[in-house]
């Protein structure tokens, strides 16, 4: 009895070391194929068409193949996808530095057309898709679909994936258009997964008004409380590294402190169900304004560049994970007697989100218009028309979003499930490879980069038209030429009589309670033997 014990731990024991090394040599590969994406990311820099989530998407396929042919058939992936790898460790990089980077006057300075797009536009979107999905796929015939199958569509066809355009667009060139579709994105994901949650826990057999105001109202102290227990969080850093002068004795513990409050924010609103994309970001944002200006010059190099690169790195793992993902035999065997059907799916998939894109970016854009009084501030038609294409790429939150609704543990062996899950990848691998492919191009024919406005800012840097650019650089092609002195002239009265707007009393709150407080730029703390010091010294 004792020897048979012991053999049967021998034959654990080898079963768990091949199961580890199999881990370490996928380990292994995949890393390999992340310096691969970045290698030919920057030899593919200056071309026209492909950017990096392009380049990593196609790699993602040519290595899924190549296992599936190596495998015979078996495997196409080598980590199998996880929901939770998404939401928990890559998606809090990129959210994080986006509102760590963000332009922070341009997006609150138009936050409520944000907000338009990114929770209005989206319930408008969530309905079209729902519905339609409702008319055309139920007559196709997939399968044993409910009606909360069908507004999980509709939530997760909502969620755009703006990577795409947001590394075409420049964020000094177009602030304006920056901000918008860079603010949208975020606040589109919040929303789109906030609904998909909702659908799961609302008993939508007794859907009626009385249930529809209590989604409103969840939404709204969802949305509320997320965005105060990210402020609540960078405060916090900020407070904590002001008072206690870390760089005295390390500049590590600032750097590490930062990028644990950071995480911990997310991980809070996790834990009490709140949409922890928009806690993240708005602790990005206060941690930019305040906790960033509190640390050692040193450290505020390695925080900036860190942030972006652990942002850059989960871009390039997801987009490289979904294309080999694609591939995975398994899914694609359930629905193989039924080429045809999958095709007009993905169609109806496709032509539901230019509608449900289009339904909303046109009327809502006019509306916000109607509510501009200055010209620079408005979106025209060819700015319409590059919001309206930045949101029709989805990407890896609706591959989560689709695999958490019709699979379980990745895996599923019903028909009208499979047709989904291949479906959505379908639409994600269509939509950003073809939309991908053309946004450079679109980007460069609606909105050509001003190159004699750049000449201008670096051969006269102390004229005024040096300033006059970054704060106008957002205006439309038609008023370029003839308002210089327009221009110029309304930029010295806002420089001599600065209006009483919003930004203005906020600014003042701020240098009167807030930096006093929790520090800022002009409050940094004096840190004895830190690069802030010698510099006061020289």
């Given at each position: 009895?004792?020897?048979g014990?012991?053999?049967s ?10 199961s580890?090394?199999g ?5 292994n590969?995949?890393?390999a194929l ?18 990096e989530?392009i380049?990593?998407?196609?790699i ?13 058939g ?16 890559l998606l ?14 341009q ?6 057309t ?22 055309f796929?139920?007559k196709?015939?997939i ?21 795409c ?9 177009t ?7 860079f603010?949208?994105?975020v606040?589109?994901?919040?929303t789109?997964v906030?609904?998909?949650n909702?659908?799961?826990?609302f008993?939508?057999?007794?859907f009626d008004?009385?249930?529809?105001l209590?989604y409103v109202?969840?939404?709204l102290?969802?949305?509320i409380?997320?965005t ?5 969080a ?12 870390f ?7 600032e ?9 911990l924010?997310?991980?809070?609103a996790?834990l ?9 970001f708005?602790?990005?944002i ?8 509190n ?5 505020r ?10 942002s850059f790195v ?7 994970y ?15 007697d ?16 230019l509608?449900?894109?289009a ?23 060819k ?16 591959m989560a979003l ?7 543990l ?13 479906s ?9 490879v ?6 450079k191009?679109l ?5 050509p980069?001003p190159?004699h ?7 006269e ?7 006059v650019?970054?704060l ?7 008023d ?7 221009r110029?002239t ?37 840190v ?6 010698r510099?006061?010294?020289?």
């Amino acid at each position: 009895m004792a020897i048979g014990i012991i053999s049967s731990a021998l034959a654990n024991s080898e079963k768990i070391l091949a199961s580890d090394h199999g881990s370490v040599v996928a380990i292994n590969l995949f890393v390999a194929l992340l310096c691969g994406c970045v290698v030919i990311g920057h030899l593919l820099e200056e071309n026209r068409w492909i950017n990096e989530s392009i380049t990593a998407l196609v790699i993602g396929l040519c290595t899924g193949a190549v296992i599936l042919l190596t495998t015979r058939g078996q495997s196409s992936h080598l980590l199998v996808f996880s929901e939770d790898l998404f939401f928990i460790y890559l998606l809090p990089p990129i959210i994080f530095n986006a509102g760590f980077q963000v332009k922070k006057k341009q997006f609150f300075r138009n936050f409520m057309t944000i907000m338009l797009f990114g929770a209005v536009g989206t319930l408008i979107s969530f309905g079209i898709i729902s519905v339609g999905a409702i008319r055309f796929l139920k007559k196709m015939n997939i399968g044993d679909l409910t009606i909360g199958d069908y507004l999980a569509i509709g939530a997760i066809f909502s969620a755009t994936d703006s990577v795409c355009t947001l590394q075409v667009l420049n964020q000094d060139e177009t602030p304006l258009l920056y901000s918008l579709v860079f603010g949208e994105g975020v606040v589109n994901d919040a929303t789109s997964v906030v609904l998909f949650n909702a659908i799961q826990s609302f008993d939508l057999s007794h859907f009626d008004s009385a249930i529809a105001l209590q989604y409103v109202g969840n939404f709204l102290y969802l949305f509320i409380l997320s965005t105060l227990l990210g402020v609540l969080a960078g405060l916090l850093s900020a407070y904590i590294i002001k008072k206690l002068y870390f760089g005295r004795h390390s500049t590590d513990r600032e750097v590490a402190l930062m990028m644990l409050m950071a995480y911990l924010s997310y991980m809070l609103a996790e834990l009490f169900d709140f949409s922890a994309i928009l806690t993240v970001f708005f602790c990005g944002i206060v941690m930019s304004h305040y906790t960033w200006h509190n640390v050692t010059e040193s450290s505020r190099v390695t925080t900036k560049h860190a942030f972006a690169t652990l942002s850059f790195v989960a871009e390039i793992f997801i987009f490289l994970y979904v294309g080999m993902d694609a591939l995975d035999i398994e899914k694609w065997n359930v629905i193989s007697d039924s080429p045809g059907e999958l095709i007009g799916v993905s169609a109806i998939l496709l032509g539901l989100i230019l509608v449900g894109r289009a339904a909303f970016v046109f009327p809502l854009s006019f509306i916000s218009n109607f509510t501009k009084k200055a010209s620079h501030e408005k979106l025209h038609f060819k700015q319409q028309v590059t919001i309206w294409w930045a949101g029709l790429m989805r990407g890896a939150v609706s591959m989560a979003l689709a695999y958490n609704q019709f699979t379980s543990l990745g895996h599923t062996q019903l028909r009208g499930n499979a047709m989904m899950i291949t479906s959505t990848i379908s639409v994600v691998l269509f939509s950003t490879v073809v939309f991908g492919l053309m946004t450079k191009p679109l980007v460069s024919i609606l909105l050509p980069s001003p190159n004699h406005l750049t000449r201008m800012l670096s051969s006269e840097p102390s004229t005024p038209q040096s300033f006059v650019i970054p704060l106008f650089g957002n205006e439309s092609e038609a008023d370029q030429s003839n308002q210089n002195v327009r221009r110029l002239t309304s930029l010295r009265m806002l420089l001599t009589t600065p209006s009483r707007t919003v930004h203005y009393y906020w600014r003042k709150f701020d240098d009167t309670f807030m930096r006093p407080v929790f520090g800022g730029r002009g409050f940094v703390p004096f840190v004895p033997g830190s690069p802030t010091e010698r510099n006061d010294h020289q």
